[in-house]
């Protein structure tokens, strides 16, 4: 592929959906400037793999994989350096909890305080609206396990939200 | 989506349109790019180089290198010719498996009418129910032919039953206050012919603690509660923990014919190996191999081919664009079925040569695909447009 034809394509795509992408980005993580951090780590690696987008059935979902994913491996080399912290008696501050975090509003409170796996499950069911295999296949495991981390995540919520568990809440 | 959800779903809406969305940085993200591809095509040139000073070097030390450096591992079958779109594939039969669509289920060319469409199937047996249980009562019928006859009807039967590989027999879990029975019912002689006990306190108000795994080809019932994995053999009464799993955890993520597979070494939370093996009659687990992920992939019906996400060298692809891989397990080769990046889905083996994927490329795009495990010739069996307006068998 031409270089001025990966770029003027790979630049309309980042005009096009920029801020659809930003925003799941803002609710996964939790801090704009987090969201932007990983934003651009994620069109950064589009733009050098253009070719596999653009062939992609779905561009769009392609990206927002790459996003989620990239989204779980910083949580997760955050995890460590926050154990490794605290090992060296060091205190770490909790990504979501830092000064000038999340505008708090209503039940999104909970929801940044679930673990990072579970958090990216529930912005993909509820914000995105992607049904259980659509998450499956972002998150490249099995229907069942989106169906597990849904439900471990609803459950939590209502816990939170209710202070009791909400008997009707079944979702097999 | 009931109304908690529904609130969540709203309030996520709110908070999203609410946030103050940064301008994009689109040249400076091409700039960027341009400079991680320019390292990356670096490093590729620089990879080359070594393994032609390493070949060169190899061939000066002479013979007796080149024999330890000969490769190992299975033959993979590179990229195939790359399609761009799904549409692009001819039109085939449609899905040799039950499948519902708008009140009716198709069953090979007959169609029967049903409001019943959560269907399981194993080994030919076909069994369909509710997918939400209606008034607190879980009702799941066998198919015969035309017909659907009753095999329970109970509020305390809780998830989907299972259907042995060979379609004899049905297994389901009624849930008591303190104990979980599991039901196994025979399709020929149709009624129960075993019922298992399991004293095993409800963990909370979500359900049981023990989970009902499945059975294999020897009629022999796995389940467990996470901890420990018990083999009970129904015609015997015999239920014997499974030993020889080491340090494998104890809850298997399949059962297939021949026994369990379980999750292997995991690097991540999500996927890993999948162990496979059987279980002999003293309750030992001999391990047979590993396959390159222990879920989102299926056995073909005689448990030689392992469908699977991978990437376009056969190795199991989590964060890359997965394409459908299937694996010989009894040479190692593996086979790129012709479908475009980054398209895999669902899959269920419809005969052991050729395997249907369910695919969803898009909200009301999704079709069923069939692909020869061979070839990997693909073509479109179906193509469909709401979700909600389709079933097929063993969804979760």
């Known amino acids: 592929m031409a270089a001025d034809e990966r770029t003027g394509s790979f630049e309309e795509f980042v005009s096009a959906r920029w801020t659809v992408l930003y925003r799941t980005a803002y609710l996964m993580t939790g801090r704009a400037a987090d969201a932007e951090d990983l ?5 950064v690696k589009a733009y050098a793999a253009w070719g596999r987008v653009q062939r992609a059935d779905s561009p769009e979902a392609y990206v927002r994989k790459m996003l989620v994913n990239g989204f779980i491996s ?43 796996r579970q958090r990216a499950v529930v912005v993909l069911r509820f914000y995105e609206d992607l049904s ?19 439900h471990d995540a609803l459950r939590s919520l209502r816990a939170r939200v209710t202070d009791q568990p909400d008997a009707e809440g079944s979702l097999r | 989506m009931n109304h908690f959800e529904q609130s ?36 590729a040139l620089a990879a080359v180089a070594a393994a032609v000073a390493v070949v060169v070097a190899g061939l000066g030390a002479g013979p007796q290198l080149l024999t330890g450096s000969t490769p190992v591992g299975p033959a993979h079958h590179g990229p195939a010719r790359q399609l761009t779109s799904l549409a692009d594939l001819p039109h ?21 009418r049903t409001p019943h469409r959560e269907i399981v199937t194993g080994g030919g047996t076909t069994l369909v129910g ?14 015969d032919e035309t017909r659907l006859v009753p095999v329970v009807s109970r509020p ?50 979500d359900g049981p603690s023990l989970m009902l795994f499945g059975v294999d080809d020897q009629d022999q019932v796995f389940y467990g509660d996470g901890r420990t994995l018990t083999m009970w053999q129904p015609a015997t009464g015999t239920a014997r923990t499974v030993t020889g799993i080491g340090r494998l955890p104890a809850a298997p993520t399949q059962i297939t014919a021949t026994g369990p597979v379980f999750q292997g070494a995991s690097s991540d939370g999500f996927n890993s190996l999948g162990v496979y093996g059987s279980v002999t009659a003293d309750g030992v687990f001999h391990r047979a191999g590993t396959v390159p992920s222990d879920q989102s992939a299926a056995w073909s019906p005689d448990n030689t081919r392992w469908a699977y996400p991978g990437d376009d060298y056969g190795d199991f692809a989590f964060k890359a664009p997965a394409t459908q891989m299937v694996l010989d397990v009894a040479t190692g080769k593996t086979h790129r079925m012709r479908l475009p990046t980054g398209v895999t889905g669902d899959v269920q083996w419809e005969s052991n040569n050729t395997l249907l994927l369910h695919v969803l490329t898009g909200p009301r795009r999704h079709f069923m695909v069939r692909c020869q495990a061979e070839s990997g010739a693909c073509e479109l069996a179906l193509r469909m447009g709401r979700t909600s307006d389709w079933s097929f068998p063993n969804q979760l």
């Open chain 2, 130 to 143: 509710d997918p939400w249980p209606l008034h607190n009562l879980a009702r799941w019928w066998l198919l």
């Open chain 1, 74 to 116: 910083t949580q997760r080399r955050r995890r460590r350096e926050r154990d490794h912290a605290a090992a060296q008696r060091v205190p770490a501050p909790s990504p979501t909890h830092e000064a000038g975090g999340l505008d708090r509003v209503g039940m999104w409170e909970h929801v940044a305080n679930l673990p990072p």
């Open chain 2, 156 to 205: 305390d039967v809780t998830g989907q039953p299972k259907v042995s590989p060979d379609g004899r027999l049905v297994l389901w879990e009624e849930m008591q206050p303190h104990a979980t029975t599991v039901v196994v019912w025979d399709t020929t002689r149709r009624r129960v012919v075993a019922r298992q006990t399991v004293q095993i306190e409800a963990a909370c108000c």
């Open chain 1, 132 to 150: 259980e295999q659509q998450v499956a296949h972002v998150l490249g495991c099995a229907p069942g396990t989106v169906k597990s981390q849904t």
């Open chain 2, 8 to 43: 969540l779903a709203e309030d996520l809406q709110r908070t999203a349109s609410t946030v103050d969305v940064p301008p994009a940085p689109v040249a400076s993200l091409s700039a960027a790019g341009r400079r991680r591809l320019r390292a990356t095509r670096l490093r």
């Open chain 1, 39 to 43: 934003l651009q780590a994620t069109f």
């Open chain 2, 92 to 112: 085939g039969a449609r899905p040799g498996v039950p499948y519902w669509h708008a009140g009716q289920l198709h069953v090979g060319g007959a169609t029967i």
